[in-house]
C-alpha cells in the first residue's frame, strides 16, 4: 500500500515536534500565570448546532460511522472547525458548575475540509483565552486580552508581535453618525482595504453603496487612522462626526490603551481599520501579526462580544477573547527555520553499557539519575564505548555515564567540551541549561 | 436548541479536566525521563488502510465534506481508532529522517464508534510507547518497557498497579508440543478464561476443539501458572511438554523477569493466561490492571512484535510497546473520587483591587509576581476587601495581596492560616508545594 502525505494535516519529525511542544508549553505556562483554566471539549459537535453557529462558510468534516445501525443516533456529528463554538456549547451545559467571571484556555486541534494554502490548514492548532461574565463583564478585562497575548508572544523566541485593537462601536457610532443604512456591507467593503487599496475602495463605496465622494472620504479617512498613543482620538473628532456611540467606542478604546500604557511602546496600537468577524463582535477587536511576516496574515484575533451563546440560556453570557493560529505560527517558524529546540531528544545522560552482564548495574544508575529528575538512557548494545559516544553525539545527548568497576568511582563525559569527571548518581546534576531541552529561535 | 452531552464522549469539568492535564504531565515526565521522544500523528488515515489493520471489530468513523466537491479527493478517510496504526504508517513515511532503536512516545484521542460502557469510550485518550529496531531489537527493551510502566503508575497516587506478563513463544510452543493444530483457535478458548472459569473452558477445547481430557487439563494448568519470581519455569517443565519454541520463550520470560527483579516484590508477575492480540504479538506481551480496580479491566497493554508494519518498506521494523488507557483510568479515579488537585485553578495570587484609579499599581505587582512565576490575577471590580478574600477563598486561590497606599508596604494574606505579612513582588516566593496545583489522592 502506498503511504502519501495527506495535504493540509501536518505532520512534523520528532525534533518538529519538540519545537511544538516547548511552544505549547510556554502558551500554557503563560495562560496559567494570568489565572485562566483549562477546559478540552469533545472533537464533535452536533451538525445541527455547528451550522447555526455560522459555519456556512467553513467545510464541515461530517462524522458516519462505517458499520452504523440506524437506531444508534450517530447521524449529525460533525468535527468543531474552531474552539468557540464548542466553548459556547459547553458553558451552556455546565453553566451551573462554573463561577463567572470564568476565565478559560482552550488548545485543541480543529479541522476545516478547506483548500489547503500558505498558513491554512486542515487540521490544525488553536490556543484560545476568553474570559465570560454573567450578565456583566468589566471592560478592564479587554485590556487583560492584551496583556496575555503580549506576554505569550513575548515568551516565544520570535520577532515581536504587532497587536492591533479596534473598537466596533467607533465604527458604528461613525457610520451613524454619517448617517449610512447599509452599514454592515459599508464596513465588508473597507475590510478589503489590505487587499484592494484605499482607491479601489473609495469607488466601491461611491458606485455600490451610493456614497458621496465626502461621505466616501471620511469612511476612508476613519480607516486610515492609527496611533500607538491616544491621538487616534483627536484625528477622530477631527473629521467632524458626532454620534452617542462613537463616543462610547472611543472612550472604551481609550481606556483599554491607558491600561496597556506600561506595555513596552508599539507593543499595542489602534488600527481603525480592524473589523473582523463582522457579526458577531461588539466593541474591542483585536488582530496580531508578527514583525516581518505580514503576509501570513493574523497570528491571533478576537474580540469582546455582547453574549457568548444564544442558546436559550436565563442570562446573557458576555465576555472577550482571541485565538492565537499556533499551527500557522508554528508552520512558518519551521519552514523560515526560525526556532529550534536546543537538542532533539529530552534524554540527559547516555549510561554507556559495558557488557550485559553488567546491566543491572546500569540500570540502577539510570534510575537513580531518573529519580532526581535526570532524563536517562542505558545503551542498546554492549559495543565499544567509542561508539557509544558517537551515537550519543550523533543523537544530540549532552552527556555519557561510565560506570566503575571494582570499586572505582563512575565518571560523567560532558560531550561538549569532552571533559571527564567523577561523579555519582545520588547527588550530580547536569548544567541548568541542559536538564530540559530549551526552545530556542534559531538565529 | 437543546443541549444534551453525547453518550460516550466523556467532558470534564475544569477542576476535573485540571486532574487529567496534572495525570498527562507525569505520564509525559515519566516517558522523557527515560528518553522517548514525542510525535504527534493527525487525526485521519486513509480508510483502506485503516481497514487493512484489522479494523474489523472496531466502529470507524468516517469522515465526509459536508460541501464536498468530488473532485477533491476527500473520500476515504477515518479517525483513528488507536495510535499503532497511525505510528506504523508514520514510520513507513518517515523512516529515512528517523535514528533507530526509534523510541516514541504518543499521548492522543482516539475514536471508536462502539457502545460505550464502563471504561469504554467513543472519544479517549491513549498514551502509547513503543521502542523500534531496524532488522533487530534487543531483549533488554522488553525489560525496558516494564520499568517505564512501573515508574508511570508509580508516579500516580493511585493504587499499586499489577503488571502480569507472558511470552506468547510460551504458548505457542507448549500448544506445538502437545501437537495441537488449531492454535489460534484453543488460544482463543484459553483467552475466555476470565470470563467463564476453567470448567467451562475446559469443555469448550474438549467439545469444540477435539482435545482428550489429558491434553485440555494441560492446556488448562498452564494457562493457570502464576509466579512472582522465576518459579513459573519449573511449573512449566513439570507439565512434561517440550518444544524449541517453548524453551525459547521460558528463556525469554526469564530474562525480562530478572532484569527487573530490582522492582518492588510483585510489580511485575509471570501470569500464563495473558495472550493479548491474539495475530500480532510474537514474544513478551503485557497486561496491567490497577489493584482493586479488577473489575474496569486492563489499563495498560502491549507487548513484542515481529514487524510494526507490513507496508513494503525494505527492512523489518521489529517493535515492543504498551498503551496505557488514559481515559479509562480517569474516569474510574474521578467516578471514584480516588484523585484530585490540590486547588482547582493555578492562580497563587489574587491581588485585591482597592480602586479602578489604582489598578494600574495592582497590575504591576501582578506582573512582577507573573514575571517570577507566581500565577495571579487581579480581582475584578472594587468591592470591599473581605468580599475580595471570599471569592479568593471560594475559588482556592491561596494568597490574596494587597498593595500598600501612601509608602506603606504591600502585604501578602496567607489564607490558610489568615496570617498578615509584608511582602514586596520582586522577592516574596509562596510555599513551594502551592506555586503549582498538585496531584492528589482523594484519601
Chains 1, 2 share one sequence.
Not at 450517530?74 to 463567572?100: I, M, Q, W
Request: charged residues 25%; neutral net charge.
Amino acid at each position: 500500500m502506498k503511504i502519501t502525505p495527506l495535504s493540509g494535516f501536518p505532520e512534523w519529525l520528532p525534533e518538529q515536534r519538540l519545537v511544538e511542544q516547548l511552544l505549547l508549553d510556554r502558551v500554557r505556562r503563560q495562560f496559567e500565570l494570568f489565572g485562566f483554566v483549562n477546559i478540552e471539549t469533545r472533537a464533535v459537535e452536533p451538525l445541527e448546532y455547528l451550522l447555526s453557529k455560522g459555519a456556512t462558510d467553513k467545510e464541515i468534516y461530517v462524522l458516519q460511522r462505517l458499520h452504523a445501525q440506524e437506531d444508534e443516533g450517530h447521524a449529525g456529528l460533525g468535527l468543531h472547525f474552531d474552539l468557540t463554538v464548542p466553548f459556547a456549547r459547553y458553558v451552556a451545559e455546565h453553566a451551573s458548575k462554573l463561577s463567572f467571571p470564568f476565565k478559560r484556555y482552550q488548545i485543541q486541534k480543529v479541522w476545516r475540509g478547506e483548500r489547503p494554502q500558505k498558513g491554512r490548514y486542515r487540521e490544525f492548532y488553536q490556543a484560545d483565552i476568553d474570559i465570560i461574565g454573567q450578565g456583566e463583564l468589566a471592560l478592564s478585562h479587554d485590556a487583560d486580552i492584551v496583556r496575555v497575548l503580549h506576554a505569550v508572544m513575548g515568551s516565544l523566541p520570535l520577532p515581536p508581535m504587532s497587536l492591533s485593537i479596534n473598537n466596533r462601536k467607533v465604527l458604528e457610532g461613525f457610520y451613524l453618525g454619517l448617517g449610512l443604512d447599509d452599514r454592515m456591507g459599508v464596513l465588508r467593503t473597507v475590510d478589503k482595504l489590505d487587499k484592494i487599496g484605499p482607491a479601489a475602495v473609495g469607488e466601491l463605496l461611491r458606485k455600490e453603496h451610493g456614497l458621496s465622494a465626502e461621505v466616501a472620504g471620511q469612511v476612508l479617512a476613519l480607516a486610515q487612522i492609527r496611533s500607538e498613543d491616544l491621538g487616534f482620538i483627536e484625528a477622530v473628532r477631527a473629521l467632524g462626526v458626532a454620534h452617542p456611540l462613537l463616543d462610547e467606542g472611543l472612550e472604551e478604546l481609550r481606556a483599554v490603551m491607558a491600561a496597556c500604557a506600561d506595555l513596552r511602546p508599539g507593543a499595542v496600537a489602534v488600527d481603525l481599520r480592524i473589523a473582523r468577524g463582522l457579526d458577531y463582535y461588539t466593541g474591542t477587536v483585536y488582530e496580531g501579526t508578527v514583525a516581518g511576516w505580514e503576509k501570513l496574515g493574523a497570528v491571533c484575533s478576537g474580540g469582546r462580544y455582547e453574549n457568548l451563546a444564544a442558546m436559550g440560556g436565563k442570562r446573557k453570557l458576555p465576555g472577550v477573547g482571541v485565538s492565537i493560529g499556533i499551527s500557522r505560527l508554528l508552520g512558518e517558524a519551521l519552514a523560515q527555520g526560525a526556532l529550534r529546540a536546543s537538542r532533539p531528544t529530552p534524554t540527559v545522560v547516555l549510561v554507556a553499557l559495558e557488557s550485559e552482564a553488567r546491566r543491572p548495574v546500569m540500570e540502577r544508575v539510570a534510575q537513580a539519575l531518573r529519580d532526581r529528575g535526570v532524563a536517562c538512557e542505558v545503551f542498546d548494545r554492549p559495543i565499544r564505548f567509542g561508539k557509544q559516544i558517537e551515537q550519543a553525539l550523533k543523537r544530540g545527548i549532552p552527556y555519557v555515564w561510565f560506570c566503575g568497576a571494582d570499586g572505582a568511582p563512575d565518571e560523567v563525559r560532558d560531550l561538549s567540551s569532552s571533559s571527564q569527571q567523577p561523579a555519582d548518581a545520588q547527588s550530580w546534576q547536569p548544567a541548568a541549561e541542559r536538564l530540559h531541552p530549551q526552545l530556542l529561535s534559531q538565529g
